[in-house]
């Protein structure tokens, strides 16, 4: 990198610094954008007068060498050397790695001493048994046959107490060592706990990169040394919204939108209590506008006729090329519950209130956000040439001052109950919004195609035509009143050879709706229990020798 080789001319023409000094530094500030990371580490460390060599430990290969930036204060910078490859193994002097060695040694040793206590204890309940065995043994001496009974009274007085002493000391000894072992319960969650420790730190790489900064500081005393950069990690790393709808309908219709972001890293460093902003810019995508170059048209000879599978092909193709590109938003506004916003300039950033720790390439968190909650007005609509039945759909505006981002997988429920996961494709300020809450199964939809003739070329009219009539019926089985908006369409042209006509009993309450032509809507309240009939019926007509497509 080229970035790196002048570094190294630059360090290698100064003289040798007087002393190196390791700097081991730590995450200290986060800004996350989707796919890309601002690092900020901080250190303090001790500098004595004169030039000196920093060698700043901890930065991992992820980061982005372009985008280095290192200060300290304390001391004048004269030259940085970045080293990619022959870098020493950060275990070698990374205190991280060996206060976690430390405190997993430490409790290892702490159970060993149990266990040794324990130990010691039971060896008082070994020598009251050998001390019952001796006895027993006694007892059972054949030289006791010749003694008389007062002595073999007293014999067996003595032998029964201290088979009695002996037998309560075993007790108690095996009492204190099970209550030394009470000990181990704790120490071993305490030796877990250490050893996650220990196994969070080493989820991280290996290799760092070797940055060394020579410094001349005018006096001693400490000095703050502050290194940020920027990374993509290895390609999994960054946020996005996570949402939960809901659709109260008990006391009032209310849309509430509960909010949380997902945050992902895989930078080969922990981020260990953090201080976390999210960022809605997107740096990787396009920050210039697009050249706009001369459009060169010309003629030709008329092509041959394309094949009808090509023809097919074609259109698809321009199809898709007409679908509308929907641009992600960006959030802007206030946000609540532990999260500070930041909403001037160009785009918006969010400030979490309570430290972050994130592992890198194991963790996944989710950080809950605020509810949003929107007046909604709730109707049931109905598409019957695609469905069977109605859906219940919930109009409300984006009255929260701030742009709602997209997201995949959106959960929606009707007064605490999962109805439907679906896509979320962001919503800007004052915009209006229909959101589906699932079907409803009691609403029935029916649409017949009661009669379809084409007609023949005649001897005197030279004009085909088609004539298409549809019934269209509208069922509510359920046990309340709904108000039921239903589309259906009729073709239309740009031809002025292909001409069209169509009736509708009773006519719609809305034509070209959303200002797409052709689609028809029906506003209508169904009492429980009530049906409605639609008939439709349209012509279509084209000179003989035309084809209808």
Not at 35 to 57: F, S, Y
Not at 317 to 324: I, V
Not at 376 to 385: D, E, L, M, Y
């Amino acid at each position: 990198m080229r970035f790196s080789v002048i570094a190294f001319a630059m360090a290698a023409a100064l003289p040798a610094a007087a002393d190196t000094i390791p700097v081991s530094s730590a995450v200290s500030e986060v800004t996350l954008y989707p796919g890309l990371a601002e690092v900020t580490r901080r250190a303090t460390v001790a500098l004595p007068e004169g030039r000196h060599r920093l060698i700043l430990q901890n930065v991992p290969r992820t980061a982005l060498l372009e985008t280095l930036q290192v200060e300290i204060a304390g001391a004048r910078r004269v030259a940085t050397l970045l080293r990619e490859n022959y870098v020493p193994p950060r275990e070698a002097d990374d205190p991280e790695v060996d206060a976690a060695e430390a405190r997993v040694r430490e409790v290892e040793a702490r159970i060993a001493a149990v266990g040794d206590e324990a130990a010691g204890a039971r060896s008082g309940v070994r020598a009251a048994e050998a001390s019952i065995g001796f006895l027993q043994q006694l007892g059972a001496n054949e030289g006791l046959a010749e003694a008389d009974a007062a002595a073999l009274s007293a014999i067996a007085r003595m032998i029964s107490e201290e088979a009695r002493g002996a037998s309560q000391a075993a007790v108690a000894a095996e009492a204190e060592a099970r209550r030394i072992e009470l000990q181990l319960e704790d120490l071993e969650e305490e030796l877990a706990e250490a050893q996650a420790a220990l196994a969070a730190i080493t989820l991280e790489d290996d290799d760092r990169l070797y940055i060394a900064v020579d410094i001349e500081a005018e006096q001693a005393g400490e000095g703050a040394v502050k290194v940020s950069y920027y990374t993509a990690g290895a390609g999994n790393i960054g946020w996005q919204p996570s949402y939960e709808m809901h659709l109260s309908t008990v006391k009032e219709q209310q849309v509430i939108l509960k909010r949380a972001v997902m945050l992902v890293q895989d930078t080969g460093e922990n981020w260990l209590d953090v201080a976390l902003t999210l960022s809605t810019a997107v740096p990787g995508e396009q920050g210039s506008p697009s050249a706009l170059y001369p459009w060169l048209r010309r003629i030709e000879e008329p092509q041959p006729p394309r094949a009808l599978k090509q023809q097919a092909l074609d259109e698809a193709e321009m199809g898709m090329l007409a679908e509308p590109i929907v641009e992600a938003p960006a959030m802007v506004g206030e946000a609540q519950g532990g999260w500070g916003a930041d909403l001037s300039g160009a785009v918006a950033t969010y400030r979490f209130g309570l430290p972050v720790s994130i592992a890198s390439g194991a963790d996944l968190l989710r950080l809950e956000m605020d509810s949003l909650t929107a007046e909604a007005k709730v109707q049931a609509v109905a598409v019957p040439s695609r469905d069977e039945t109605a859906y219940r759909v919930a109009t409300f505006t984006n009255s929260f001052g701030e742009q709602l981002l997209a997201s995949d997988e959106v959960p929606r429920f009707v007064d605490g109950k999962l109805v439907t996961v679906e896509h979320f494709a962001g919503l800007a300020p004052g915009a209006e919004m229909d959101a589906g809450f699932g079907p409803i199964e009691g609403l029935q939809l029916r649409r017949n195609v009661l009669g379809q003739s084409e007609g023949e070329q005649g001897l005197i009219s030279r004009s085909n035509a088609q004539v298409q009539k549809v019934e269209i019926t509208v069922e509510n089985l359920t046990a309340q009143d709904w108000p039921v908006r239903l589309l259906d369409r009729v073709p239309y042209s740009q031809q002025d050879d292909l001409e069209i006509t169509w009736g509708a009993k009773p006519r719609p309450t809305e034509e070209n709706v959303e200002k797409q032509r052709g689609i028809l809507a029906w506003d209508m309240e169904l009492a429980a229990g009530e049906s409605r009939t639609i008939q439709l019926e349209t012509t279509l007509s084209w000179p003989d020798g035309m084809e209808l497509r």
